[in-house]
């Protein structure tokens, strides 16, 4: 069964840094994993998808790894803003299965002014 | 595209009695999941449907817990009777067969 762990829980950070958010999964026959950002009250807002081919994939100021050998992906946010703020989720689908995405705790990110 | 829609946004009854939540995905969308997400246990897949179809239920709770899909468009979650415990935020979500998900706004369900 496929188990998906998010460190760190939570994150507080001044504005400005670069941060990077990591996701790790235990089964590394994945079909494709995405990265999620759910703000309070709010529904899961897709940031990037990497199907398993993929080795990264980049939108604006966010850059998401994966090492299917290592079990990891890595989201890279560059120059982090007060809107950033939010929870940020990772899933995992996993390949030759069922298909059921499995998510992880997320991080609870904080960017202070 | 509107995006997956969900209604309604938030309901409060009293235990005992019947909700239905419902969803309409994003058009040309094979795919229709249902997820509860609590602070304690984070986001559960309940169902999932492949073109209209139930595949995996496994994740349901109980059989006060039921959901229909009788078209591509239409979706229900209906618990019946409904227990405090079952407070939480339902979304639904759909995806083509490239597996990106996409997310309604959520159901806030508050049973009293």
Request: hydrophobic share 35%; charged share 20%.
């Amino acid at each position: 069964k496929q188990e998906v762990t998010q460190i760190p829980a939570a994150l507080s950070v001044p504005e400005g840094e670069n941060l990077v958010l990591n996701c790790s999964f235990t089964d590394s026959a994945i079909y494709n994993l995405q990265w999620f950002r759910q703000d309070p009250g709010k529904g899961l807002t897709s940031l990037l998808l990497i199907q398993s081919s993929q080795r990264e994939q980049t939108s604006g100021r966010l850059n998401a790894s994966l090492d299917k050998s290592s079990g990891r992906s890595t989201l890279y946010i560059a120059a982090s803003q007060p809107g950033d703020s939010a929870t940020y989720l990772c899933a995992v689908t996993t390949a030759g299965g069922s298909y059921i995405p499995t998510f992880g705790r997320g991080t609870s990110l904080i960017v202070h002014p | 595209d509107a995006g997956v829609i969900q209604s309604p946004r938030h309901e409060v009854t009293e235990m005992g009695q019947e909700v239905t939540l419902r969803c309409k995905p994003i058009s040309g969308h094979d795919y229709l999941f249902w997820y509860r997400q609590t602070m304690m246990r984070g986001l559960e897949l309940l169902i999932y449907f492949n073109n209209n179809v139930p595949i995996d239920d496994s994740g349901m709770p109980e059989d006060r817990f039921s959901a229909k899909m009788p078209n591509a468009s239409f979706s229900t979650l209906k618990i019946q009777p409904s227990e405090p415990r079952d407070s939480a935020v339902y979304f639904c979500a759909s995806s083509r067969d490239d597996g990106e998900l996409f997310f309604g706004e959520g159901s806030r369900l508050t049973v009293l």
